[in-house]
Each structure stands twice: as structure tokens, then as C-alpha cells.
């Protein structure tokens, strides 16, 4: 199976978000983590709600620190636009796709990012598979 570790700030929204996208759309085929560099400790109850809208229950993540990791190499590393936040994980690949954090936008702002997340994951399982 694939690893596969998606990093923003606060593990908090994106990140999570793109583990669960992973979760749904990669089951069998890929491991899925995340982690922020800067972890806010538990998760945006919108990302919860939004999640929750495609029947997914993201409560049960946790937000993780990268000092939480597994000590592997990743096959793939995405960072949501940390920038110079996020450190040099050990990875096979990596990419960056710069996504806006949603934690202050309106329900509906939010479920554009979350949507847009969605569609980044299904495009990243069919090029890491």
C-alpha cells in the first residue's frame, strides 16, 4: 500500500479533510495520514459538519503533530500551502497545492475548499497508483 501524509498548519481543516477524502476514495490502496506543523489539537467542528455531509465522521480524527509521524518514507508528501512551516519529511515525492485555509470562510466558502480537496485526492490516488 501507498503512504501518503497530507500537512497543513493546524491539522485542523485541509489536511484532515484530504486524509478523509483518502480514506473514501483510496481504501485498500493507500495508507492515509495527516499533520500540522503547527497542530491546533482538535478539529474544526466545520470541517466535522462538512465532512459529515458526505457521510463521513471526521470526529474521530485527531490533530497531529509531525513529531507524531511514523518514522517512514512516504511514497507521497502534500503539504495544503504551509510554506516554510512545514519541515523536510522523508518522501518519495512531494507536491504543494496551495489551498486556502478555510477555517474563517462562511458554510458555503467552506464547502467549496472542502470540495476542491475532494477532486485533488481522486487526481493524486489515480497518479500514485
Not at 471526521?58 to 513529531?67: A, E, M, P, T
Not at 517512514?72 to 519529511?89: K, Q
Request: glycine share 6%.
Amino acid at each position: 500500500m501507498k503512504k501518503v501524509l497530507f500537512v497543513c498548519i493546524e491539522n485542523s481543516n485541509r489536511s484532515q479533510m484530504a486524509e478523509a477524502f483518502a480514506n473514501i476514495y483510496g481504501k485498500g490502496k493507500l495508507q492515509a495520514y495527516s499533520a500540522g506543523s503547527k497542530p491546533s489539537g482538535e478539529i474544526n467542528p466545520k470541517a466535522i459538519k462538512a465532512m459529515q455531509e458526505l457521510g463521513y465522521d471526521l470526529s474521530r480524527h485527531h490533530s497531529s503533530s509531525l513529531d507524531d509521524l511514523p518514522d517512514i518514507v512516504f511514497d507521497r508528501v502534500v503539504t495544503m500551502g504551509c510554506a516554510e512551516s512545514c519541515p523536510d519529511i522523508p518522501a518519495k515525492a512531494r507536491e504543494d497545492w496551495s489551498i486556502p485555509d478555510p477555517k474563517n470562510l462562511n458554510d458555503e466558502e467552506f464547502r467549496v475548499i472542502r470540495d476542491y480537496i475532494g477532486i485533488k485526492v481522486k487526481v493524486l490516488i489515480v497518479e500514485c497508483l
